[in-house]
């Protein structure tokens, strides 16, 4: 159990870390980005999991200013890999953005504020998001997304095909990439619903224009099948869980 205490103390002390996994297009096995996922290195317990406390900082309120910071931090780090020569022109890096931080009237200013003279970080920043961000009215959720896409930012629909990512908002949402979530992917080997799933929400993402991510990938195996089925990339723990900054820029140096 996660107090909201100890979450309050964390955002004081700065106990959280970006960490970054990852993207692999599927055909040349090559780098297309990463994701930028939140880790906190508790005083006691170690590293915990964003899943046992993204849920109190989405309920506290805490999340608005440490989103505030995730961007500000993989900004950063974007512009020193870019500096280094080790960002090429088409990788991204995502930010999951939660619903609470979205949802805020100043959310849009906030990211142009960030943005403001870095020009090269057009096209190379990218948003994850799912359903829940839609304010209650889709016209003013797809308004804000458009004012984002014009600043440079794209938008990927995560978690797609589970309660938080829906159909009828790939069809509303101007998003840029579908991420099939890995809950389908687990499996796929050995059940045939979630492999005819898959091979399905990938060929729908194709005939969307869309580019399609395959989440979870963690073994051989899984690659050769979303691979048949026409997935454009992967993430999981097959290339590589979520790593730190230092260490990510070593793997993109290999990879250059
Ligand atoms: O990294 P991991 O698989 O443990 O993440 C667990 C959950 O926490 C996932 O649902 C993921 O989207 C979410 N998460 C990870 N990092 C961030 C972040 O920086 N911001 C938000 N809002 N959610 C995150
Ligand atoms: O909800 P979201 O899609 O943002 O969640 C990302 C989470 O998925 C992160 O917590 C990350 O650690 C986890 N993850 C990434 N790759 C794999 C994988 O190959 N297998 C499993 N089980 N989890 C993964
Ligand atoms: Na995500
Ligand atoms: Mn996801």
């Known amino acids: 159990l996660v107090l909201e205490g100890e979450l309050h103390r964390a955002v004081e002390e700065k106990q959280f ?3 970054y996994q990852p993207k692999v297009d599927v055909q040349t096995g090559t780098l297309t980005g990463a994701e ?3 880790r906190w290195h508790h005083p006691e317990r170690g590293l915990v999991s964003p899943a046992l406390f993204i849920g109190a900082l989405e309920s506290s309120g805490l999340i608005v200013d440490l989103g505030q910071w995730i961007l500000e931090e993989a900004c950063q780090k974007l512009t020193l890999w870019q500096k280094l020569g080790l960002w090429h022109t088409g990788m991204r890096l995502s930010v999951n953005i939660s619903p609470r931080q979205f949802r805020r009237t100043e959310f849009v200013d906030d990211v142009k504020t ?5 020009p090269y970080l057009k096209g190379a920043l990218d948003m994850e998001i799912t359903e829940s961000v839609v304010i ?3 016209d003013e959720t797809v308004s ?3 004012e984002l896409c014009d600043a440079g930012l794209s938008f990927s629909l995560d978690d797609f095909g589970t309660g938080y ?3 009828s908002y790939l069809k509303r949402l101007p998003v840029s990439t579908l991420k099939i979530d890995k809950s ?3 499996d796929i080997r050995v059940d045939r619903n979630d492999k005819v799933l898959v091979e399905t929400m990938a060929s729908m993402g194709r005939h969307l224009g869309l580019t399609v991510v395959a989440e979870g990938v963690e073994e ?3 690659l050769t099948l979303i691979k048949e089925f026409g997935c454009d990339e992967y993430q999981g723990f097959y290339f590589g869980q979520a790593i730190p900054a230092d260490d990510f820029a070593h793997v993109l140096k290999s990879s250059c």
């Open 144 to 146: 804000i997304m458009h």
């Open 36 to 38: 930028a996922l939140l």
């Open 114 to 118: 960030t943005l403001r003279n870095k």
């Open 136 to 138: 209650g009215n889709i």
């Open 17 to 19: 870390e970006l960490m």
């Open 220 to 222: 051989q195996e899984q």
């Open 184 to 186: 389908f992917v687990r």
């Open 165 to 167: 990512s829906s159909i």
